[in-house]
């Protein structure tokens, strides 16, 4: 029985604008202001991305919300491993996020994005000591307000991590329709370690990803980045009989 009379209504144009307005308008961001966002709204925000479908209903998510004290001892205790060459030089991930050897188109989109984010902020490709700095912004979320870390059980399969998707987009979007913005980050995977002991996960829980939530700063050049998206044609096939 559907509690929603609305479930089977035509949506009005009005209806349609919005959902792909949220959708579209999600860009990574990657400078926040210090706008304080209200526990209700993050709640809400999360409270909405569970909606996500997920097989048998298992719901794998777990969501760490951080912000003030706990946020920048968090920041403060990575960005110590970061910046040293010898203790970064020993950082394992707990999974694979990316390919051991990149192929064609992925290698081409990734550098692409990558070349993209620096000309915007005129960081040259020699330039180390900038990009490593740059990098380093991560780990205070981008200076966001809420910094979200997330949690799976580690017995969960790989269908699970698909529904991890589905809610983190979730999440993304629904900050869209407050006005708020996102990033996601896979940054935060090689420090799962220091990660675990500062927000005292369980032995069965293991880092998936982090994302910055806030209110974007239209001034911050690098929030000027639109990414592309290749044609439908070069990723969809129709087929008919
Ligand atoms: C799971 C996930 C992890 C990501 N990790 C990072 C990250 O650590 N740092 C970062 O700046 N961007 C990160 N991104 C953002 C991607 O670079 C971005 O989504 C992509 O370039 C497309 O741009 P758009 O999000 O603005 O559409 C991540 C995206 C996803 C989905």
Same mark, same amino acid.
């Given at each position: 029985?559907?509690?929603?009379?609305?479930?089977?209504?035509?949506?009005?144009?009005?209806?349609?604008?919005?959902?792909?307005? #949220?959708?579209?308008?999600?860009?990574?961001?990657?400078? *926040?202001?210090?706008?304080?966002?209200?526990?209700?709204?993050?709640?809400?925000?999360?409270?909405?991305?569970?909606?996500?479908?997920?097989?048998?209903?298992?719901?794998?998510?777990?969501?760490?919300?951080?912000?003030?004290? #706990?946020?920048?001892?968090?920041?403060?205790?990575?960005?110590?491993?970061?910046?040293?060459?010898?203790?970064?030089?020993?950082?394992?991930?707990?999974?694979?996020?990316?390919?051991?050897?990149?192929?064609?188109?992925?290698?081409?989109?990734?550098? =692409?994005?990558?070349?993209?984010?620096?000309?915007?902020?005129?960081?040259?490709?020699?330039? =180390?000591?900038?990009?490593?700095?740059?990098?380093?912004?991560?780990?205070?979320?981008?200076?966001?307000?809420?910094?979200?870390? *997330?949690?799976?059980?580690?017995?969960?399969?790989?269908?699970?991590?698909?529904?991890?998707?589905? *809610?983190?987009?979730?999440? /993304?979007?629904?900050?869209?329709?407050?006005?708020?913005?996102?990033?996601?980050?896979?940054?935060?995977?090689?420090?799962?370690?220091?990660?675990?002991?500062?927000?005292?996960?369980?032995?069965?829980? /293991?880092?998936?990803?982090?994302?910055?939530?806030?209110?974007?700063?239209?001034?911050?050049?690098?929030?000027?980045?639109?990414?592309?998206?290749?044609?439908?044609?070069?990723?969809?096939? *129709?087929?008919?009989?």
């Amino acid at each position: 029985m559907s509690q929603n009379p609305n479930l089977y209504e035509r949506p009005s144009p009005e209806a349609i604008a919005a959902v792909d307005t #949220a959708i579209r308008s999600r860009h990574s961001m990657r400078a *926040f202001l210090p706008t304080p966002v209200p526990r209700e709204t993050v709640e809400a925000i999360l409270e909405v991305a569970a909606r996500a479908p997920s097989g048998t209903n298992t719901q794998p998510w777990q969501v760490h919300v951080l912000t003030g004290a #706990a946020l920048a001892r968090l920041s403060q205790r990575i960005l110590a491993i970061h910046n040293d060459p010898a203790a970064a030089a020993q950082l394992k991930e707990e999974y694979a996020y990316y390919p051991s050897e990149w192929v064609s188109p992925y290698i081409d989109r990734r550098r =692409k994005v990558g070349w993209d984010l620096y000309g915007l902020l005129q960081i040259g490709k020699a330039d =180390k000591a900038r990009m490593h700095a740059q990098h380093g912004r991560n780990y205070r979320f981008f200076d966001a307000p809420v910094g979200l870390i *997330f949690s799976i059980d580690r017995v969960m399969q790989q269908g699970s991590w698909l529904d991890y998707g589905m *809610f983190l987009q979730n999440i /993304m979007v629904a900050a869209r329709a407050r006005g708020m913005h996102t990033c996601p980050q896979a940054a935060f995977t090689p420090f799962h370690a220091v990660i675990a002991d500062e927000l005292q996960f369980k032995p069965e829980q /293991m880092l998936v990803c982090g994302m910055a939530l806030g209110f974007a700063d239209p001034e911050a050049v690098e929030n000027s980045l639109v990414t592309d998206r290749a044609p439908l044609s070069e990723f969809v096939r *129709f087929v008919a009989e």
